[in-house]
């Protein structure tokens, strides 16, 4: 038989690139890239290019499985889905439907998100439904929609071929938006000026013009130091402040407060690169800013997205091509998981669940009485099921105890959670806490649709049958529903699905899956005034009328670095790994490149410590300690050291503090202190599963 190619989208990053699954007799044998996707054109990173590992067969969950005196067995679907029945009914019983909840799943597709937080206010009757959103783009959710009034990128990844300017703030895009850092490369190449922000010499830093080397958590000072130079010199966009922004007073007597002396002294950057970056930004034609997680993970994110809007704002550089502010979403379906409302505080398209318009508009369309109490964040209900309040919960395709701030505080909690349904792929450790597993289907088995990055709306199809017993997310949903018994879950295929989602979000409501085939992806908002979508957004101004500029001030980490714990651990990403590692561990050739968790450390820092490459050592923080192997790197510098975070052998996560942003809860993932103990040379490092054992690391 011959080998069929079906067009659908990387199930990784937020970049959407487009890949052609092909399969031979039925079963998935290769990929191979999409000539003519609007975003990738034909490219694809390592991860796309071994995304067929990642959903095969081998390891993969093909029954449903009960947990009974701690061991697995198998089940069927009938007895896994009476027993949640059951004991969901329980406890919203006794405890009322605040105890219970669920988390949704950024990497499945919008169909299966928009399912899943349906089924937590229509069924659980609850408002706890979030993802991992909240530890990744919630700052900018918030901060942008206080100034912008929408949290999404503005600008689109076409963009950045028409800048004359880009600027790279605290992200890694060669790392992790691989297609999008080759796009800034070109965009280097073909004369752009670069300027990166950034505590590490990334490799787009060693082709900066300027890299502004920051010290770690001084966001809100750099960027308040290059707004005084800014308005000192004149060199401000007085025009656009004048016709689109508010409260420019406010923002210029904060501003006063960060003469670029004193600045220079809180980020550890010299003052003509502050004054070199501030004439670059403000002077470009176009210039396009992109941001991540160097942003967004500190107590002050919230904050820190609030700065670089404000920075944004000053000099125009917004509402044309090749400009914009440009949070470069994470995960492949974030920005989707986001527009269907897997959070506590909005409904499907962002409308608020206090509103009571919008609480009747959804009991209308749902035919039930929806809650009306305010849900809890992830981290919420974690606290409050320590606190004995939270009972229940179900996780879709999330590993919170590798991928959660203070591993042995995550573990704590699915301990003391009364009753766990995890839905995954794999057997990842956090599923090895649940009662109750379901097999889920990968996106090579299932229909839908995934938003990337730039608000892109693009179709996933289905290219093999689902492995086992395995069924896609929204169609467990529906069991689940049918068995709690209630309809309107019944839907017979994703488009219908897709069909009542659309129907029922303004900004999606032009969008329909025969018109995201004709245009290859839709960008939204999409409806009557866009039928096409929306490329660029802000173009004639701001949904509030005019922008809000907003004055802030500078707020150190929560843990610094001390005579005790000497050092600054920042956790990063690396290019051939993904997330909590459950589908790109399963590459060998992506495993070859990057075997196990690594320390970056500066080479005098490392020799000080009479440490050789490749060293074992150990690394402890006030939460936890690990053992991995010493890696020299000059991207490091004096005083700070990094690890991955994307390893279950050794998970940085044992180290990190989940102190929040007071706003979004999101947890300082990029900032702690630790100790690095060197141990003997011949010593391999110890797994944590040994250490636990051990008793040299918190058991279970
Ligand atoms: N290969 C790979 N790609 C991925 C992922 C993956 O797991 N692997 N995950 C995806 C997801 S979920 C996300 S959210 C994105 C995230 O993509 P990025 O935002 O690129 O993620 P990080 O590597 O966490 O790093 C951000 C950068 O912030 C810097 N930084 C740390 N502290 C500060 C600071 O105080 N100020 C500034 N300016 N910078 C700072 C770090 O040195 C680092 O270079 O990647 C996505 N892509
Ligand atoms: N220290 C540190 N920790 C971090 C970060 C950091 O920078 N530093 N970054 C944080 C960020 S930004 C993020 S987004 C999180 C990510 O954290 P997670 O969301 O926990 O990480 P993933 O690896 O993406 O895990 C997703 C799981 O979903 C499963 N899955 C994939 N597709 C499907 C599907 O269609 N359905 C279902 N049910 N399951 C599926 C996969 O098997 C995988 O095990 O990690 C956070 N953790
Ligand atoms: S850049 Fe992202 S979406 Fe594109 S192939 Fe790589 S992991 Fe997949
Ligand atoms: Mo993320």
New binding site residues.
Partial sequence: MSIKTTSSIC?FCGTGCGIGLRTENGQLVGVEPVSNHPVSKGRLCSKGWNSAY?VERQGRITTPLIKENGEFRKASWEEAVELIHEQFSYHIEEHGPLSVGAIS?????NE?NYAIQKFTRVVLQTNNID???R???SPSVAGLARTLGSGAMTNSIGDIAKADVVVVFGCDPTESHCIIGSEIMHAKERGALLIVVDPRKTRLAHMADVHLQLKLGSNVALVNGLLNIIFSKGWENKAFLEEHCQYLDLLKTSIQDYPPEEVSKLTGVPVDQLIQAARIYSHARSAFLAYG?GVT?YVSGTNNVIAISNLVLSCGQIGRPGTGINPLR??NN?QGACDMGALPGVYPGYQSTDDPVMQEKFSKAWGYPLPTRPGMTSLGMNEATLQGQFHAMMI?????V????DQNQVSKVLKKMDFLVV????M?D?ASFADVVLP????AE?DGTFANCERRVQRVRKAIEPIGESL??WRIIGRLARRFGYSGFDWNCAEEVFDELSGLIPIYSGMSYPRLEQHGGLQWPCNNHAPDGTPILHRKGFPNGKARLIPLHHQSPAENPDAEYPYFLT???LHFH??????TRKSPILERETPSGLLFMNPQDAKNQGLFNNAPVGVRSRRGYIETRVVFSDQLPPGLVS?P??FDDIP??QL?NDAQDPVTRMPE??ACAVRIEPLSPTARPRPIKELREQGECHAY
């Avoid at 889920?440 to 996106?443: L, P, V």
Wanted: charged content about 15%.
């Fill in positions: 199930p990642g799943c950024a990497r499945a597709t299966d993802h991992c959103a530890i990744c783009h997680m993970q994470g995960q974030v879709f395709g999330e590993d919170p590798v991928t959660d701030p839905v995954e792929m794999s990842t956090t889920a289907s990968s996106f299932k896609p997310d956790t990063i990403r993904y997330g909590c590692g459950s589908m690890m975070y994307h940085s996560n990190t993932l990029k």
